[in-house]
């Protein structure tokens, strides 16, 4: 079954400090990998978007890497800040069309003053 | 570029009635896809429009439905409202479909009682 996992589940850090999200995959055939995040009250927006040739995407202080062999990506936010409190939700594409998108359940991130 | 627009943002029903919620695209986008997002689900696709043509569909009920407008507006109908179809619903838009890269709106909270 195409499945996507992403953990912690929730997670508080202190702001300026960094924190690495994981997402595990099990979806088959790959296509590409987003990372996308999401205010309360508010819809998904883009981080990175990768496909299989690529290992390492950044936007900013995000950074998405991506080992195609084990299945597994990252986001690693870099010194942190309040605005960086959100939802990521990790998604991967088995091929053209949207109706292939797997979602994860995301990562939930506090960032504490 | 305005942004994806949706209305209404917030809906309260009742059990058995419908109810049509509205999205509006990205200026020149003709794709428009539609999700439910609830707590325990995450994201699911419901369906995508491309060009006033359904293209792709995913595993909901037929009281799903939905349509698209010459002007690549977008409105969604839930027939026989059930408790369970409490969610966020958002829609996206994108210029390519496919595989491109899709901007989320705000989403419409319903909440069905």
């Known amino acids: 079954k195409n499945q996507v996992e992403q953990s912690p589940q929730s997670l508080i850090i202190l702001e300026g400090k960094n924190c690495t999200l994981q997402c595990n995959y099990t979806v088959s055939p790959f296509s590409n990998l987003r990372w996308y995040k999401q205010d309360t009250g508010r819809g998904p927006v883009s981080l990175t978007i990768?496909?299989?040739?690529?290992n390492t995407k950044s936007n900013g202080r995000y950074t998405a890497t991506l080992d195609a062999d084990t299945k597994q990506s990252s986001l690693h936010i870099t010194a942190s800040q309040l605005s960086d409190s959100a939802s990521y939700i990790c998604?991967?594409?088995?091929?053209?069309?949207?109706?292939?998108?797997?979602f994860g359940t995301g990562t939930r991130l506090l960032v504490s003053p | 570029k305005a942004g994806v627009t949706q209305t209404p943002r917030y809906l309260i029903k009742t059990r058995g009635q419908q109810v049509t919620l509205s999205c509006s695209p990205i200026?020149?986008?003709?794709?428009v896809s539609w999700y439910q997002q609830t707590p325990g689900q995450g994201l699911q696709f419901l369906f995508e429009y491309f060009s006033e043509t359904q293209r792709n569909k995913g595993n909901f009920p037929g009281r799903f439905s939905g349509r698209q407008f010459s002007n690549s507006r977008s409105e969604m109908n839930v027939s026989t409202l059930e408790l369970g179809d409490s969610a966020l619903y958002l829609c996206a838009s994108s210029d390519t479909g496919g595989v491109g890269e899709q901007f989320f709106g705000p989403g419409t909270r319903l909440t069905v009682l």
């Open positions: 200026s020149g986008h003709r794709s």
């Open positions: 990768m496909t299989f040739s690529e």
């Open positions: 998604v991967v594409s088995l091929g053209t069309g949207f109706q292939k998108l797997v």
